[in-house]
């Protein structure tokens, strides 16, 4: 399982950082465009994108093949 994806504001925009990383992967201009790059990474990973909102917190989940809970079917 790969680390999982961080969408957060950036001072130029939005950026993307893996988690416990010090350094951004990717600065966007827009979070729409750091979302896209991130869940890209994520499914690469198997891992899972957390963006936060402009206030730091954590807004949405979204997990790419490491989900604990799969579907029933």
Do not use: C
Not at 15 to 43: D, E, F, L, Y
Not at 46 to 51: D, F, G, T, Y
């Amino acid at each position: 399982m790969g680390k999982n994806q961080h969408v957060t504001p950036h001072k130029n925009g939005w950026q993307v950082k893996s988690a416990g990383s010090s350094k951004a992967t990717k600065v966007t201009k827009t979070q729409k465009g750091a979302i896209k790059i991130a869940r890209n990474i994520a499914i690469n990973k198997k891992s899972e994108v957390l963006i936060h909102g402009t206030n730091g917190r954590i807004r949405q989940k979204n997990s790419y093949g490491n989900d604990p809970f799969p579907p029933r079917g």
